[in-house]
């Protein structure tokens, strides 16, 4: 509750500010102090229950530890964006504030998806997530990539929002006690009326297109590549986990109970996820289009909890979230300053830049799945779940598999970084010191994080 | 139903983006009226009756939908006027720059 509210105010008041404050860096700052005052109230919630606000919601809202973990982990990887790439924020136009507060309007979507207990809530959370991430796609105006990128994204999303109300209203029309609120829906086991199939089927795609599950997946290589680095790596992090919060949060509270008869689907957009993910990544000559299949391929990943749908599965979710999103804001963000943007830009890297190079190298190591970082761990929580429900083993051996082909894209880049000659000096990459610590420091989280995953976990417990 | 369908096929044929987004539009709309037809059709049933929220929810929910709908013409339309500004077409197939 505190984080809706406070998310929704600091965009206001970072809005508001737009129109008085005449400074340059001003928005950066005020975009992380923002951020962590967002974190803070959070994790007081989190700890001690104490909520700033009492506002009548008719249970529309519920939080719980585990949720609140999750929002913690959004906050805290939207910190590190802005400290990363805050410069980054500023130089895609000329309304700086604007552009962090919209973030903030996002991240108060993400905190009602993370938390909605009504259909009604998680339609415009979704809304609320989306639409101003259509502006900040679109926000470098004359440039026609990123035009294109941006009505792309416009038309197929709200397509996908059409098709979500379609299958809300299925729901509503098919449940017998004509409630919104998932936690009540009462559709009983065995077998189901139509109505309700029809309109389940349309959520299930509908979420698998906002968070980019196979064959809902067109848009993602587009609008990823199209956007600005900056954007593309806030999509690709908070965006995704947050859609599949929701994804999970949905399926398990209102069709929970009819788990074993959807199961099959899901282990199906499993497979072909990470079969057109993994495979195409391959193929791909652009580093940050490699990477938007490779978040094909990890979404594959994340649809495990879905699939297993047990405690194991949630405490992977947040995991995995939390190593992907690290992984992923590392590469996006040396991309976001780097000129050349295929596999040669990465040339040489090691020997002009070895500290950018060591935590782009670990960001890599994760995402691929090596021991010791928490990608690791991430993909053993998912399988790992996979495996407790005894039904579907091959689906395990086809992901670790597919793990494997991931693994040659991924050591591509690394390769090019310590075993290729640089072209010249390396100017392209326009880096400076406290940029490559930040970078150091994300990596150490990512081993941390590999090393004792209950230092995250642990928060779900208290 | 119908209008969706309208909705889904033209969002699929159609290559002019503006028409395109009409027919989202329309789709959100025939979802309007699906809900308060069902809502209307949950008010006859004794069971629905009894929740405490039973027949106003639904037409609530129409009226969120109309707002956010309204939320996404502006940043739609405000889209398609500067594609156009950029390339002077609003045409879809205009689209094709960003493979491989």
Partial sequence: MNAIVFTALWGVIMMIAGAFVRSTTAPRYMGMLGIILVFVVNAMELT??????????????????????????????????????????????????????????????????STFNNLLLLFLGIEIMTIPLYILTGSDKRNLVANEA?????????????????????????????????????????????????????????MSFKVSVAPFHFWTPDVYDGAPTVVTSFMSS??????????????????????????????????????????????????????????IAQAGFMLFALFAMNDMAREGLVLYS????????????????????????????????????????????????????????????????????????????????????????????????????????????????????????????????????????????? | MILFTIGVVGVLIRRNAIIVFMCIELMLNSVNLLLVAFSKMHALSPVAKASPTFASDAQVFVFFIMVVAAAEVTVGLALIVMLYRNTHSVDVNFLNRLKY
């Fill in chain 1, 150 to 206: 941006a009505l792309k994204y416009f038309l197929l999303g709200s397509f996908s929002t059409g098709l979500m109300l379609m299958g809300i209203a299925f729901l509503y029309g098919s449940n017998p006690v004509a409630s919104f609120y998932i936690n009540n829906m009462q559709f009983g086991v065995g077998a189901l009326p139509v109505l309700t199939v029809i309109g389940m089927l349309l959520l299930l795609s509908s």
């Fill in chain 1, 238 to 295: 908070v965006i995704k986990i947050a859609g599949f919060f929701a994804f999970l949060r949905l399926f398990e509270n209102a069709f929970g109970v009819m788990h074993a008869q959807w199961q099959m689907l899901i282990a199906l957009l499993i497979v072909a996820t990470l079969l057109v993910g993994n495979i195409t990544a391959i193929f791909q000559q652009s580093v940050k289009r490699m990477m938007a299949y490779s978040s």
């Fill in chain 1, 48 to 113: 001690s229950g104490f909520s700033l606000f009492t506002l009548p919601t008719m249970d529309m809202v519920r939080s719980s530890t585990f949720n609140l973990t999750f929002l913690a982990v959004v906050f805290g990887i939207t910190f590190l964006i802005f400290l990363l790439n805050g410069r980054d924020i500023e130089k895609i136009g000329k309304h700086k504030f604007e552009y962090f507060a919209i973030l903030f309007f996002i991240l108060c979507g993400v905190s009602l998806v």
């Fill in chain 1, 322 to 462: 939390a190593a992907y999103s690290l992984a992923s804001i590392g590469v996006f963000g040396v991309l976001a300053r780097m000129d050349d943007i295929t596999y040669g830009g990465f040339n040489g890297m090691g020997k002009t830049h070895p500290l950018l190079a060591l935590g782009t190298t670990v960001c890599l190591l994760s995402l691929t799945g090596i021991p010791l970082t928490a990608g690791f761990l991430a993909k053993f929580y998912m399988l790992a779940s996979a495996v407790q429900t005894g039904v579907y083993f091959w689906l395990v051996v086809v992901a670790v598999l597919f793990a494997a082909v991931s693994a040659y894209y991924y050591f591509r880049v690394i390769r090019a970084i310590y075993f290729k000659s640089p072209e010249g000096n390396n100017e392209g990459i326009k880096v400076s010191r406290s940029f490559e610590w930040i970078l150091l420091l994300i990596a150490c989280l990512i081993i941390a994080l590999g090393i004792n995953p209950e230092w995250l976990l642990g928060w779900m417990f208290i």
